[in-house]
């Protein structure tokens, strides 16, 4: 039997992505969001909300294209540090992180995200604390491995791993708790105060 219960979306697994995009001086820009989804309007879109003043979505005000990449067990501390740690601050891109640029686009790619939407903006709506991204899909870039036919989908989705989120905890592929959001990125740290 159901009840009714205060609005949440607590049991609505979300896909998390990385959008990157490039600051005014050449450097990568990373954040994590998951309010993200699809639309069709003659061609298939991305829907990408943003809540806040952040600095990503600043720069994708200002160039109109970012990426979003596709967050894997293996990305998940550096995704939960970048989705954590304040895009404004001036020491947030110091982690060691590989990318590669955009093949359509001036965006930059995680080298190591297996599943990359290059994204051009094509309109917004403004809420009251956020705002709501209509984007055109410019380029997929995909794995190798995705692309082989002759792997079953389970075969290949077990290959990537992607991660969840529900209630401000991460979940494994295999729906396992990864750990509560702020936990993953520890590693990060850690290995920033080895350096």
Same mark, same amino acid.
């Given at each position: ?10 049991? %609505? ?16 820009? $990373? ?9 069709f309007?003659r ?5 990408? %909300? ?17 990426s ?19 895009g ?46 209509? %984007? ?10 995705? %692309?082989?036919e002759t ?19 991460? $979940? ?17 740290l ?6």
């Amino acid at each position: 039997m159901k009840k009714s219960i205060p609005i949440s979306n607590h049991f %609505c697994p979300q896909t998390l992505f990385i959008y990157g995009t490039y600051k005014e001086d050449g450097t990568p820009n $990373f954040g994590l969001f998951c309010w993200f989804s699809y639309y069709f309007d003659r061609e298939m879109g991305v829907m990408a %909300c943003i809540g806040g003043n952040k600095l990503t979505r600043d720069r994708i005000h200002e160039t109109k294209v970012f990426s979003a990449n596709l967050v894997t067990e293996e990305l998940l501390p550096l995704a939960d540090y970048f989705g954590n740690i304040e895009g404004y601050s001036e020491g947030k891109m110091r982690v060691p992180v590989e990318t590669e640029k955009g093949r359509l686009l001036n965006v930059p790619v995680l080298a190591k995200s297996p599943w990359v939407f290059e994204l051009e903006v094509d309109r917004s709506l403004p809420l009251e604390g956020g705002e709501v991204l209509l %984007c055109k899909i410019r380029n997929v870039l995909a794995e190798e491995l995705l %692309c082989d036919e002759t792997l079953s989908l389970e075969k290949r989705m077990e290959t990537i791993r992607p991660v969840h989120s529900i209630r401000q905890s991460y $979940f494994r592929w295999d729906g396992t708790e990864f750990g509560p959001w702020g936990e993953p990125m520890q590693k990060v740290l850690n290995d920033l105060k080895g350096r």
